[in-house]
């Protein structure tokens, strides 16, 4: 599975629809939050998973080690290799590898024959792996896709769709794209229509939270759809979209951190970091602002590799102001200041604070009788920070 946003969300939506009918299921995904061992869950039984256990993995990184010798390697190779090695010495029914980086070059993108190829909303990220241009990120999305072999497209920007088409055309890939071939929208506020085909599925909302989740929902179902050896009934994925759970997206914090903040307020958690993911969290806001309206509070922290200055720009119209905080122990970290700059050329008022902690403490310190809600986001880094501060335990 390959794409730039909505990949890890997919693969959690559509992992619990395959557990709650049964199915024994693999998952690779990156990067972690918490623990480097959250990549690799474990099939340990029907409709069962795990992380793989740490001692187990540190074993198996030895093997692979051991094995590769002096030749050059990097870090994704070998754990990726760690990985495979894994899943072929436990029995699943099905493995969902999610693409690293690009997907072309990717080390996933070893698997010859998969039953399915997946490509979910492609934009601009990782500009300095796959360059600027949409077009050539699509390119290296689309080295995914395989001859004979079914794929499913998330909606593209028209630029994007077009190279992902005539990839597949060229190759003969048979592409099941939104729109003309599967279709998913909001019907009320806790319920939504897919339809696949000839097939039409009433669902309940997934319970990941977001109103871009119902086309990560319509896309995970649209995969079920095109694996025919599998089978899930209506049953089965409505039970798998209300109880998936996918930490660092959107997430409600109520623990340590949460605690910092008045009675009343919010805390809230997402690892977006891209332009595309803030215009999704503005959305969201925008949703929050009609139905359950707090002053909405940005805590922000990002890479140097980063558009932040799009990012906070997306975001800005929705919020009141907003504190730059580092990324803690990531060299690459975005200076507090020049984020704060950005943010007030978006029009953000804004603060600087050395860590977390001291901007929820400033927050709750400067909004004495105000319950506002507070947006963490900016950074998966950031975002495996906050949940290990608030005591969270990825599972």
Not at 23 to 41: G, M, Q
Not at 101 to 129: K, M, Q, Y
Not at 355 to 381: N, Y
């Amino acid at each position: 599975m390959a794409g730039t946003n909505g990949k890890g969300s997919v693969i959690a939506l559509l992992r619990a629809m395959l557990e709650a009918a049964g199915h024994r299921v693999h998952t690779y995904t990156s990067p972690h939050l918490v623990k480097f061992h959250e990549r690799i869950r474990l099939a340990t039984g029907p409709g069962i998973s795990a992380f793989i256990d740490e001692d187990a993995l540190a074993d198996i990184l030895d093997e692979c080690e051991a094995a590769n010798g002096d030749a050059p390697i990097t870090f994704f190779e070998v754990t990726t290799a760690a990985a495979f090695l894994a899943f072929s010495r436990a029995p699943a029914d099905v493995l969902i590898l999610e693409v690293g980086l690009g997907g072309r070059l990717d080390a996933t993108n070893t698997i010859r024959d998969p039953a399915l190829t997946v490509i979910t909303p492609v934009s601009v990220d990782h500009v300095g792996f796959l360059g600027p241009d949409l077009a050539g990120i699509a390119g290296e999305k689309a080295g995914i896709l395989k001859p004979g072999v079914q794929a499913v497209i998330a909606p593209q920007d028209p630029q994007a769709l077009d190279v992902i088409q005539d990839r597949a055309a060229k190759i003969g890939a048979p592409l099941a794209l939104c729109g003309p071939d599967w279709t998913a929208v909001a019907d009320g506020p806790s319920a939504m229509t897919v339809s696949v085909g000839n097939a039409t599925h009433t669902l309940p909302r997934p319970a990941l939270i977001g109103s871009h989740q119902i086309q990560n929902a319509g896309v995970a179902v649209a995969c079920l759809a095109h694996l025919p050896d599998l089978a899930v009934d209506g049953g089965a994925m409505a039970r798998g979209l209300l109880g998936a759970n996918w930490p660092g997206r959107l997430q409600r914090l109520d623990g340590t951190l949460a605690a910092r903040l008045a009675d009343g307020s919010e805390l809230w958690l997402d690892g977006g970091h891209n332009p595309a993911a803030a215009r999704a969290l503005a959305a969201t806001a925008r949703d929050w602002a009609a139905t359950a309206p707090k002053p909405l509070i940005l805590v922000v922290g990002m890479l140097e590799t980063k558009n932040a200055g799009d990012f906070l720009a997306a975001l800005a119209p929705d919020a009141e102001a907003m504190v730059a905080i580092p990324v803690a122990g990531e060299p690459a970290s975005l200076a507090p200041a020049a984020l704060a700059s950005m943010a007030s050329d978006a029009g953000l008022t804004m603060g600087i604070k050395d860590s977390l902690e001291d901007a929820l403490d400033q927050i709750a310190k400067t909004r004495s009788g105000v319950m506002p809600r507070v947006l963490i986001c900016g950074s998966l880094f950031l975002a495996g920070t906050a949940l290990s501060a608030d005591g969270f335990e990825v599972r």
